[in-house]
């Protein structure tokens, strides 16, 4: 069984561009949470998300960041317009319902914004 | 406001000796407390949980403790080995969206 598949896993961009971050959740999963972590910090939340919903994106910055988890195929990240700042290591976590709480993280992709 | 705290930010123990991690959290409704191990690199794996209905739970060297009176909960690490230094992170479901805040996490160094 497949675990949380990120993609890419490294993305290099320059300042005005826009950065789009994969997620393939577990199979069974149908809940995908978002992360962002800079370098020697912990893990901030960014969004929560069912298939076609968006259930919780308090942690999502006002402007530039959107997300998605469409029907068919992976929950996508995207940053438009990306400065220096969102560089960060951004992960996506896969849980098999709302009840169960347990996370299960991908290997992460890591943003450079030059 | 939701908030996760973690203490130590570092800690380094000699082989062999024990590990203590803590942290507080400050919403009450939270039930859920995970604690997951970050290796350099790689993303962050679930290493032991607790939910609110118990006071601790043990799994060979680890254990993790609750107290929801005071709302915190610590992460214990017996005879350490090497391969446990990593980043450990402490964290907390948020109400009843299930959404997981983490703590800042806390640097394990296991001196030889």
């Known amino acids: 069984n497949a675990g949380v598949m990120q993609n890419p896993r490294h993305l290099v961009r320059r300042r005005g561009q826009e950065a789009r971050l994969r997620c393939s959740p577990m199979?069974?999963?149908?809940?995908v949470y978002w992360y962002r972590q800079l370098p020697e910090e912990g893990l901030k939340f960014m969004v929560y998300?069912?298939?076609?919903?968006?259930?919780?994106e308090s942690g999502m910055p006002k402007e530039r960041f959107s997300a998605e988890f469409p029907k068919e195929g992976p929950s996508i990240l995207r940053i438009q317009q990306v400065v220096r700042g969102d560089s960060a290591a951004y992960f996506c976590?896969?849980?098999?319902?709302?009840?169960?709480?347990?996370?299960?993280f991908g290997e992460g992709s890591r943003l450079t914004v030059l | 406001g939701e908030n996760v705290e973690q203490h130590p930010s570092t800690l380094s123990v000699q082989e062999g000796d024990s590990a203590v991690i803590k942290c507080t959290y400050s919403?009450?409704?939270?039930?859920?407390f995970p604690w997951y191990k970050q290796e350099l690199g790689k993303g962050p794996q679930l290493i032991i949980d607790?939910?609110?209905?118990?006071g601790e739970k043990k799994d060979q060297r680890i254990a993790v403790t609750l107290n929801k009176t005071a709302k915190h909960f610590s992460l214990h690490i017996t005879e350490t080995q090497p391969e446990d230094s990593a980043v450990y992170f402490c964290a907390a479901s948020i109400g009843s969206a299930s959404k997981i805040i983490f703590g800042s996490g806390t640097r394990l160094s296991i001196r030889p």
């Open positions: 998300l069912q298939k076609e919903n968006i259930i919780d």
């Open positions: 199979k069974g999963h149908s809940h």
């Open positions: 919403d009450s409704a939270s039930n859920y």
């Open positions: 607790i939910r609110s209905n118990v």
């Open positions: 976590a896969s849980s098999p319902n709302r009840e169960s709480g347990e996370l299960f």
